[in-house]
């Protein structure tokens, strides 16, 4: 086990007319419904950032502080990363409204939506200042204070590492990973970002998907299953996904990071070692087929063709894809 990822094998290229333009390295783990490694590619054991796919593990810690959200669409957007549009918006007021803070209180960074709409929109009617509110990570920071509420801990300092929530958020991920933190970095959101392995963040969701009906683990799980355009976007390749194949969990992160499971399959989670995210939904989807086993649904077959080998444009028109080599 390497101190530091030592990085992966090719498992993407970009095909342009004919012609393979760019390739992509990474790495992939492959669990069983156990969490046991069942496959790799490159380095799955070394610790990286997962960034937002860490989301899950947080919202369940918040759960565990003794937040009670109050629907599970309030539940979702806090394990989202949202696109800011208005039904996002809404869900971030709601949890923030609930636990009877405000916007005052988010302390990730001022952003404008990233839903291209949503932004027009917004630019139209209130200018072009940013916001916190529309920060992808403000769903996550509204059900992190939301939880401090619930636990009457400091909402001031509640990004510190070393704040009730952040310790709390830790052991989470060290039980439901297996494996200890070992590096802590800050995200882009602010908050504290968590290095475990590609097996371990796997093994993770394989308990999401295979916990008990009822179990705080199963409320994260269903929350984000039942509204998928709540944890990217409209269009986005987890609300695509979740949507198309029914038990289907699903959540990207920055730099090239991703994480799918299935009930009674299992899960893989990639890292696109350039950091770029067009290779890492298509690459997890193929390794969930082709090395977990996973059979698609044929009225889902499209769509999860359609992300898993997406379309390169020119001029506006499909000329090659994106294509996996696993």
């Not at 309030?74 to 007021?93: C, K, M, N, Q, T």
Request: with cysteine; glycine share 12%; hydrophobic share 40%.
């Amino acid at each position: 086990m390497s101190a530091s990822y030592r990085g992966g094998e090719p498992v993407a290229q970009v095909v342009r007319s004919g012609f393979t333009e760019s390739s992509h390295r990474g790495s992939v783990a492959v669990t069983d419904p156990a969490g046991n490694l069942a496959a790799a590619i490159g380095d799955a054991e070394s610790p990286v950032f997962p960034r937002s796919s860490n989301k899950p593990m947080q919202a369940l810690a918040m759960l565990r502080a003794g937040w009670e959200p109050g629907s599970e669409a309030d539940l979702a957007i806090a394990a989202a990363s949202h696109r800011g549009e208005p039904f996002h918006l809404e869900r971030v007021r709601s949890v923030l409204g609930r636990a009877g803070l405000g916007e005052e209180h988010l302390q990730c960074p001022p952003d404008l939506p990233g839903n291209q709409d949503a932004r027009n929109a917004v630019v139209a009617l209130e200018g072009p200042d940013p916001k916190r509110v529309y920060m992808n990570c403000s769903g996550k920071h509204a059900g992190m204070l939301a939880a401090c509420a619930a636990a009457g801990w400091d909402t001031a300092t509640y990004r510190d590492p070393e704040h009730p929530l952040q310790e709390l958020i830790a052991a989470t991920v060290e039980e439901l990973t297996g494996e200890p933190v070992r590096a802590v970095g800050v995200d882009g959101c602010g908050a504290p970002v968590l290095a475990v392995s590609l097996h371990g963040i796997a093994r993770a969701f394989a308990r999401f998907v295979e916990a008990p009906e009822g179990s705080p683990e199963r409320r994260v799980a269903d929350a984000m299953r039942a509204h998928p355009h709540l944890i990217d976007g409209t269009n986005g390749p987890d609300q695509r996904s979740m949507a198309a194949v029914p038990g289907l969990l699903a959540k990207g992160g920055a730099e090239g990071f991703h994480v799918v499971a299935a009930p009674g399959v299992g899960a893989v989670a990639v890292k696109i070692d350039d950091g770029g995210g067009r290779a890492s939904m298509p690459v997890a989807l193929r390794a969930l087929t082709t090395l977990a086993g996973m059979e698609i649904p044929l009225a889902a077959k499209p769509e999860i063709d359609a992300l898993t080998w997406p379309e390169v444009l020119g001029g506006g028109e499909p000329v090659g894809r994106i294509r996996t080599l696993l």
